[in-house]
């Protein structure tokens, strides 16, 4: 099955500076990858998602990568804000049902 | 607006207890999930369903049972809970956008087992 990494475990920041998440996938058949923020005591919610067929995609302050070669895929969040401390977690999908998902990040935004 | 519940927010059993948790979506997904999170591990898939009455194991399915017998809800059972089952336990469910999953998850169930 699929084996989705994910680093670092914790990250703090200060305000203002800019923070990157790195996610590994191990199946060349995952087509499908987002991303989940999960604020303190409450669900995940997909902040933003990337299918195989594109590099980069954009959304205000965040944006994500996929190096399908690499099988490595990348959250990166610019200008942080104390609002985006948050856990993040990565996932991968193929065009099946199952989603396998990273360990998750501890982003910590320090104003 | 999607949304998925469960049962409980909070639950406390006793070792030994069969236990119930129940998820429903109101979106007409094929696709529901549970999923149990604990610090460091992320979250960890336990069973998943894409039709009713049809289930597939996730990742760790042992000590676990699932029930869908609507659409719209997918329970999760606990045998005989142990304490190594304390955790926090979400449900998620997803429909197919141009060929590709989107997940929407519930409030969580924060699990205690004495």
């Known amino acids: 099955g699929e084996n989705v990494e994910q680093h670092p475990s914790t990250l703090s920041v200060q305000e203002g500076d800019s923070a990157v998440i790195k996610c590994t996938y191990s199946?060349?058949?995952?087509?499908?990858f987002p991303w989940y923020k999960q604020e303190l005591g409450k669900r995940p919610q997909l902040i933003i998602d990337?299918?195989?067929?594109?590099g980069e995609k954009k959304d205000q302050r965040i944006a994500v990568t996929l190096n399908k070669t690499a099988k490595h895929f990348s959250l990166h969040i610019t200008e942080t804000q104390p609002e985006d401390s948050a856990v993040y977690f990565c996932a991968a999908s193929s065009t099946g049902n199952q989603f396998y998902f990273g360990t998750g990040t501890s982003l910590t935004v320090i104003p | 607006d999607v949304k998925v519940t469960q049962s409980s927010r909070y639950l406390v059993k006793r070792t030994g207890e069969k236990v119930f948790l129940e998820c429903v979506q109101d979106m007409d997904h094929e696709n529901m999930f549970w999923y149990r999170q604990d610090p460091g591990l992320g979250l960890r898939l336990i069973y998943f369903s894409y039709d009713v009455k049809m289930k597939e194991k996730g990742d760790i399915p042992e000590g676990y049972s699932v029930s869908r017998e609507k659409k719209e809800r997918f329970s999760l059972i606990l045998e005989s809970a142990s304490t190594n089952q304390t955790s926090m336990y979400l449900c998620?469910?997803?429909?197919?956008?141009?060929?590709?999953?989107?997940?929407?998850f519930g409030p969580g169930t924060r699990l205690t087992v004495l």
């Open positions: 990337i299918r195989s067929n594109v």
């Open positions: 998620a469910s997803s429909f197919w956008r141009e060929g590709y999953n989107e997940q929407f």
């Open positions: 199946d060349s058949a995952s087509n499908y």
